[in-house]
């Protein structure tokens, strides 16, 4: 046993020695001065026109359009729910989000409800007139600058299922809580 306390001991002072032991600096040759790298200015531009992947993401959406509604539903065989529908859209392109409209206010990052374009999500209350949480959700499909329309699988008992609603002029506007940018 004696001998294992003095192997585990000379194996402690070693790794002592080489890790906490003050190193002496190595002298080098001095470089050869360089020249300096020319600089390139760079400007950071910011566009309101929709990355290619946005519109195929619509158009991926608009395949779903009349696609019945289903409560928990997330596919077009056993219909959508809101948010089982922005799921299997944005999942078939590798993008994941979540099953659920209270997490998708959460996903990407908020966006001026101005400048809502192509392939954004868009988040709303619950139907009940004191509603504040989230309880409905979309996809935007109209420009910047147009009136803010979207595609979403509604439970509405006149027309349900996957269609397209626009946000001004209707309830939607009243219970519009924000766009989330993904892309």
Aim: aromatic share 10%.
């Amino acid at each position: 046993m004696r001998f294992v306390w003095i192997a585990f001991s000379a194996l402690v002072a070693l790794l002592l020695g080489v890790f906490l032991w003050p190193s002496r600096p190595v002298e080098r040759a001095a470089a050869p001065a360089e020249e300096p790298l020319p600089v390139q200015r760079t400007a950071w531009v910011t566009s309101n026109r929709t990355p290619p992947k946005a519109d195929s993401i619509v158009s991926f959406a608009m395949r779903q359009l009349g696609t019945n509604y289903c409560y928990a539903g997330n596919t077009p065989a056993t219909g959508f729910d809101c948010s089982g529908f922005v799921q299997y859209v944005f999942r078939n392109f590798n993008l994941p989000v979540p099953h659920s409209t209270a997490l998708l206010i959460e996903v990407g990052r908020p966006v001026a409800r101005a400048q809502a374009r192509r392939g954004d999500i868009v988040v709303f209350t619950g139907t009940a007139a004191t509603s504040s949480t989230p309880g409905h959700a979309g996809i935007v499909v109209s420009a910047p600058g147009e009136p803010l329309r979207f595609i979403h699988s509604s439970s509405a008992r006149r027309e349900s299922g996957v269609k397209i609603s626009q946000v001004e002029g209707t309830d939607y506007e009243r219970r519009f809580m924000q766009v989330r940018r993904v892309l």
